[in-house]
């Protein structure tokens, strides 16, 4: 935006054209990663509700003349935009409304509105090209998702991410070891349930995500620890220690400020094929229940089924096993209603235990999404001395996680 609206005989304006450009195209090409076969995004944080305004960079790097793929940037930005204009259920004015694809104001913020007319603009900043321009003129190109399988880290440091992306399987996963809302320290800003839009393990274009209330906290993609007589929940909130190596996502999180000598050590593990691995390593200070959720499912109908840590929709499946000496009952957990980013009711499969004595327990997860109606043989994994043996698919994986 600043090259089309800045003075050309400002004596800085070609290097910093040329810096922009440069780091504009790094960007995108990454970008383009994080979007679903469909347009559909890997979709966290507060700012979700813009929708449309994820692909505003590619048009404005279209006409800024940025070197990436214009047949990309055409295909992406269509496909988002169709994304919203298919899924969403609008009000009765046909407005978009607050919140993702329904009225959600759970998903809504301070500065929302219905039509939210501000951020959708972004959105369409590709149509300042007149249709003559060779972006509209591009033969659209597969994106990355249509082409291949990948598992990419973040190339920014410090951005402890990993995109996978399987289109066959469960579209685009970001895995999270350091995307959190806490600021010098302290949470500065209160908005609605922050360590649900930031802090969850995962996020799935099409699982979608929960958000907390109150008196109902969504564990998917999240372990939470729970007080013997359930009045406390905790979230996983301040992400501490985070690092990557190898494919693995390693972090630690304090789940209640008030007691920070319990602590949970988390190592993340994408295996492939709709499935992923998390360890996690707790230390309990006092008596707790702990409990972890899979990928939620969005529903719109009665016709699901729900049962032994195993959710299934209409192609899609969730599911979660736990492996350790720990014994935990397998449950399925139902998310406030309008609190799911996708749809109007949800659930996610969950392990849950019964309440710990003080002491440091280990727990193996092996955790599986699909939208391809498909529950394949599980990976064959084993977790001793902090070593983690992976069998999968002929290949055999050891990582020493701690």
Known sequence: MWILLADPEDPEYEDRRAGYRERSAAFLKFFLHYFDSDGGMAAYGRSIGYRFAAVAPFGLAALTGCDISLGAAKNVILKNISYFFERSIPTDDGVFPVGYLYLSPGFGESYASDGAVSCYTEGFMCLLAGEEHPLWQAEPEPLPVEKESYLLE?????????????????????????????????????????????????????????????????????????????????????????????????SAHIPFSNDPESLIESWTVPVGGGFHLRVHRVTLSQPYIVREGGFSVGVRDDFYTAENGTVSWRGTRSSVRLSGDVKARLTVERIQPGMHLLQPQAMYPAWQTDVLAPGVYTFLTTVYFSTDGKLPPPPEVNLKNGALRIFYRGNLREIQLF
Do not use: C, W
Not at 161 to 190: A, C, K, P
Not at 191 to 218: C, E, H, I
């Open 154 to 250: 973040s190339p920014l440091p410090g951005m402890e991410i990993l995109l996978e992306g399987d289109g066959n399987v469960n579209g685009v996963t970001l895995y999270n070891n350091s995307i959190h809302y806490y600021q010098d320290d302290f949470f500065g800003y209160r908005f609605n349930d922050m360590a649900g839009a930031y802090s969850k393990f995962a996020y799935n274009s099409r699982s979608g995500f929960g958000l907390s209330t109150a008196d109902n906290v969504s564990s998917d993609s999240m372990i939470s620890l729970i007080t013997p007589d359930g009045a406390m929940i905790s979230h996983r909130r301040r992400i501490l220690n985070s690092r990557t190596y190898s494919g693995v996502l390693a």
